[in-house]
């Protein structure tokens, strides 16, 4: 810091992230006014707002990507009390969801804990799993099977499961659930990072459905979780009542207040520009200096609110390994069709806010007959939100997309659309053609937390502590869902500005 001047920090990323790392540089629910640093928000979108957008369709706007945020979660909630906004959040309307097993569509079991049974006698009602897969899951009850010997830091979700319930229940529940909050697999995603009372109770000796029972009470998302940015792996499970809320208009009234609020604090916004480089200044004033194809612009202090890979080519002539642990982070692509239907022309389940379809669903008939579902999940956007309600029609959106599944980067939109129809018909019975359809891409959307995820992170944070005067934050590290990226991006706000207001 320069004698008394105000700090200036630069925030590399105008997301969900960036954006609440900057309300919290310039003083949070208290303004800091002239006090505040001096904050320019970089990006190279044209927008801020980063995977929370806006689509147009049939004359109305809705959110492109999350559609409403875990009522559980305390940061969004947090955020809108700070904004003035807490009084306008609106609960989802209903609740509860279908997956589509054995050929039909069955009533999720409702004490399920993220996709995992927490009662065999409910499994058994549900009529989701076969025969043998209820005998499997019922050794669960009568001999435990142990998972470990000792404490374990990490283990993939699906082996864990698989040991203790059977390999059905992870391929019908547990993979649609938790596999499709980040477009991710179960066989490869870390416990310890996405779902830490699992590993927990997995390693007792006993049942796993009693262990996980007596944790904490158990809940039912429903396919919301699938739209990108949506779902909240890494923490507990969701709230019974409500357990989503959103804003008036949707999700996309979050990064608009937020803008608006920034603005007026006196927080600069660059867009359309990339990041090329980071260097430090030199002489006399030896600060950050964050270039730009067009621009170089001084900084006291950066906060890097980019995904993984963006990220460590920032960091790659600081901090090598650094680099190499944040590409080891891979992402999923996504895709949201949703479709506009006239009242009366299709079928939905009588109760629910979805379906959820499990990886590897054949298709049982018509021209992609044996392929494997494109579809992993359908929201009823209208059933599910009071403010998408219009008279005489109804909103149905299908999620696509899995990290091991990349049919759709080689198919154009007409073809994504032509398949997901035949799929929806499957799922849901004939129907009439909708009055409109649209694609939305979300490519490279999803960070995948994989086992041993955590030592990653902490090898990448404690290299970026060591730089000084560089904070990080955002989906790659501790949580994808909206309410860990706002935590996540206060929380790198709050320390820099501390690390700046005591700098001598």
Not at 207 to 234: F, I, K, V, W, Y
Not at 275 to 294: C, E, F, K, N, Q
Request: proline fraction near 8%.
């Amino acid at each position: 810091m320069r004698g008394s001047a105000r700090p200036e920090v630069v925030v590399i990323g105008a997301g969900i992230s960036g954006l609440a790392a900057a309300f919290e540089l310039t003083g949070g629910a208290t303004p800091l006014g002239h006090a505040a640093p001096i904050v320019t928000i970089i990006d190279a979108a044209e927008r801020a707002g980063g995977k929370i957008g806006t689509t147009s369709i049939d004359g109305r706007t809705l959110d492109a990507a999350a559609d409403g945020v875990l009522a559980r979660r305390p940061e969004v909630l947090a955020l809108a009390a700070d904004l003035g906004a807490a009084d306008t959040l609106e609960p989802i309307a209903t609740s509860g969801a279908s997956v589509f097993a054995r050929g039909k569509l069955r009533p999720l079991p409702d004490d399920l804990m993220l996709g995992i049974p927490t009662s065999w006698s409910t499994l058994r009602t549900s009529g989701v799993l076969s025969t043998r897969g209820l005998l499997r899951a019922l050794g669960d009850v009568i001999a435990p099977r142990p998972a470990s010997r000792g404490h374990l830091q990490d283990r993939t979700i699906g082996g864990l499961v698989e040991t203790k319930l059977g390999p059905e229940v992870v391929a019908t529940l547990v993979d649609p659930m938790i596999g499709g909050i980040s477009a991710g697999r179960v066989s490869e995603m870390s416990a310890a990072a996405v779902f830490p009372p699992l590993l927990e109770a997995a390693q007792e000796r006993g049942s796993l459905m009693a262990a996980l029972r007596a944790s904490t009470a158990p809940a039912n998302p429903g396919p919301a979780a699938h739209d990108p940015a949506d779902g909240e792996p890494s923490e507990e499970p969701l709230a019974p009542s409500p357990s989503f809320v959103s804003f008036p208009h949707g999700m996309h009234d979050l990064p608009a207040l937020l803008v608006t609020v920034l603005e007026a604090r006196g927080v600069r916004f660059a867009f359309n520009s990339e990041i090329t480089g980071l260097r430090r200044g030199g002489g006399t004033d030896p600060r950050w200096l964050v270039d730009a194809a067009t621009t170089t612009t001084p900084a006291d202090g950066v906060v890097i609110a980019a995904p993984a890979r963006p990220t460590a080519r920032i960091l790659r002539p600081w901090d090598a390994e650094a680099a190499a642990l944040l590409e080891q982070i891979d992402y999923a692509s996504v895709s949201v069709v949703t479709f506009v239907f006239d009242e009366g022309t299709v079928t939905l389940p009588a109760t629910g806010t979805g379906v959820l379809v499990p990886p590897g669903t054949p298709i049982p008939a018509g021209p992609n007959q044996g392929d494997r579902f494109l579809t992993t999940a359908l929201t009823f956007l209208d059933r599910k939100w009071p403010h998408l309600t219009a008279a005489g029609t109804l909103l149905v959106r299908a999620s696509i997309g899995r990290i091991d599944d990349d049919r759709m980067a080689e198919m154009s939109d007409s073809e994504i659309i032509e398949a997901v129809t035949e799929e929806l018909a499957i799922v849901l019975g004939p129907f009439e053609a909708p009055r409109a359809v649209s694609v939305v891409r979300w490519t490279d959307a999803l960070p995948q937390y994989r086992v041993n995820h955590l030592m990653r992170v902490a090898g990448i944070e404690a290299a970026v502590e060591r730089l000084g005067g560089i904070e990080i934050c955002g989906a790659a590290y501790r949580g994808i869902g909206i309410p860990a990226c706002v935590g996540s991006g206060r929380a790198a706000g709050a320390r820099l500005l501390a690390e700046l207001t005591t700098a001598p």
